[in-house]
């Protein structure tokens, strides 16, 4: 577990990776080089497939399970209605992308 921008990360580095979980927000974040943005566990087999990872079917059920076992995740895009963003004030999270403008 590392502090990060005042709060914790829990980094996940068996057939997880490249995720890891931002349990303060209770999201996983792709930390891949060219992703660094949130994955709803029902994405992650979608992610996983395509052509920046290309995970093989068993890895991506591998990392299906591993990310089942967190508890609190948000889960699918019902729940980001309750996701509450940090505040502008709020240090950068290093491990997420800087958001561009408009979505």
């Avoid at 930390?31 to 660094?36: D, I, L, M, S, Y």
């Avoid at 395509?50 to 068993?58: C, I, L, M, Q």
């Avoid at 089942?68 to 019902?78: K, P």
Wanted: aromatic share 10%; with cysteine; charged share 15%.
């Amino acid at each position: 577990m590392q502090l990060f921008s005042g709060f914790y990360v829990f980094a996940v580095f068996a057939a997880m990776n490249p995720f890891i979980h931002l349990p303060n927000y209770h999201v996983i974040v792709c930390a891949g080089p060219r992703c660094k943005y949130a994955v709803l566990p029902i994405h992650v087999d979608s992610h996983l497939s395509d052509a920046r990872h290309n995970y093989s079917k068993e890895q991506r059920e591998q990392v299906i399970q591993e990310i089942s076992q967190i508890g609190g995740l948000i889960q699918d895009t019902r729940g980001l209605e309750s996701f509450t963003f940090p505040k502008l004030s709020s240090l950068v999270i290093p491990e997420l992308k800087l958001a561009k403008k408009g979505l």
